[in-house]
């Protein structure tokens, strides 16, 4: 087989990617491990950047995510009881969010891509990627119980943390930068309809708590846990117990809307930073090389700017042989990457409950209240959340 670009992995990354070279006419080859249905349910984010919103409307697949995906103008900071509205619009030059689910939009991606006949491979095993510092990159695995090698000039790597991508990268090439925080969220999916119109985050003495949505019938919702605690611990009645005590407001006007159970899960939280992003022939995008806490809404639209410069390199690349986006891409990206670490930690910090430290509670309380009270505060979290536009380029000096 012989392709331009070989992409492994066929999540939000992966998929968006592909997508934007299809409609240049760049030749792309996506291969996943998981089968369709795996990578069609499996729940992840589910709140877009302004930028995301624009790109996957500017590349034909946004109609389904403005029929259905719910429009936010703001996000509610709940601490001691009281709620305090941060008008992310009215500060942030009138972008918006959109909370319209990672599946959703990965669904919107593979259909697009089936209806063109662009290939497309699921199940695939034993993936291996080969001669990446040359010009000729190849990539092999197994798919439908036959070797396959795949031929292409350059390989994008948006198979996930867990993936082969980045275990391919020289060792001594690579700096990895991560943390570790001392508490998980468990989360859960409920048939309800959302408590509040918008994101409500609460900052509690017994821990975070987080109201989020999918529709107008599924409510999102998350609650801190300890890292090493299991699901098993945490019957229906209990989780609902604990989320009435989080978000309880000290005038008892909010009402916290319960349902059955459709999904749990207990997810540790880290932050993790592989770079460079780039080695020979082999780009890395998302997951593959880096993770943030989920506290700021961060990881799909990081992967999807990873992807957005990606494209536009390889553009340039194959339409007239500029190889300076390319040899650029590491750098512009993690601009990005640094960034929005800096602000899901500063998002996470503040929130988080950090057991057995009274002098950092007293901090993030003061902290809290400075930005409820404070434009300025209240513009810098409204910038990194709808997503920053005005990040610069060129050669990034963080090391």
């Keep these: 087989m012989r392709t331009q670009v070989a992409i492994i992995g066929a999540g939000p990354a992966g998929l968006t990617l592909g997508r934007l070279l299809e409609r240049e006419g760049i030749e792309a080859v996506i291969l996943e491990a998981r089968s369709r249905d795996y990578v069609e349910h499996r729940i992840r984010a589910g709140v877009l950047e302004q930028g995301t919103v624009d790109l996957l409307t500017d590349a034909g697949v946004g109609d389904r995510m ?32 959109v909370v319209y689910g990672q599946t959703e939009v990965v669904k919107d991606l593979i259909a697009a891509r089936i209806d063109t006949g662009a290939p497309l491979l699921f199940e695939v095993s034993d993936v291996s990627l080969h001669d990446v510092e040359t010009d000729r990159p ?108 989080r978000f309880a407001t000290r ?54 700017a990873d992807v957005r410069v990606l494209a536009e390199a390889l553009v340039d690349f194959y339409r007239g042989g500029d190889t300076a986006g390319l040899d650029a891409y590491s750098d512009t990206c993690l601009r990005r ?27 993030m309380r003061s902290q809290l209240d400075y930005v409820v009270r404070s434009e300025a505060a209240a513009t810098t979290l409204a910038e990194n959340y709808v997503g920053l536009t005005n990040i610069p380029t060129g050669a990034y000096s963080g090391r």
Excluded at 220 to 239: A, F, G, K, M, T
Excluded at 338 to 362: C, I, K, N, P, Y
């Design 66 to 97: 403005h029929r259905e995906g719910l429009v936010h103008h703001g996000i509610e900071l709940r601490f001691d009881g009281v709620g305090h509205r941060i008008p992310l619009s009215d500060l942030a030059g009138g972008r918006v969010i």
């Design 138 to 245: 190849t990539v092999r695995f197994t798919h439908d119980g036959a070797d396959q090698e795949l031929q292409c000039d350059v390989i994008a790597g948006c198979d996930g943390f867990h993936g082969v991508s980045r275990r391919t990268m020289r060792e001594d090439r690579l700096r990895i930068f991560e943390r570790e925080y001392p508490f998980a969220w468990l989360g859960i999916l409920a048939e309800a309809p959302p408590s509040s119109e918008e994101l409500v985050y609460t900052r509690h003495e017994r821990g975070f708590a987080l109201a989020s949505l999918r529709s107008p019938e599924l409510a999102r919702l998350y609650i801190q846990v300890h890292p090493d605690e299991s699901l098993d611990e945490w019957p229906d009645e209990r989780i609902w117990e604990e989320m009435r005590t």
């Design 251 to 304: 005038d008892g006007d909010w009402q916290l809307n319960e349902g059955p159970v459709l999904d749990r899960l207990i997810a540790p939280m880290r932050s993790f930073v592989a770079e460079p992003m780039r080695h020979g022939r082999l780009f890395l995008a998302g997951d593959a090389s880096h993770i943030v806490p989920p506290t700021g809404a961060k990881g799909l639209n990081l992967a999807i």
């Design 337 to 363: 990457v640094w960034r929005a670490q800096h602000f899901s930690w500063w998002m996470t910090s503040m929130l988080h409950v950090a057991e057995g430290d009274a002098f950092g509670a007293q901090l």
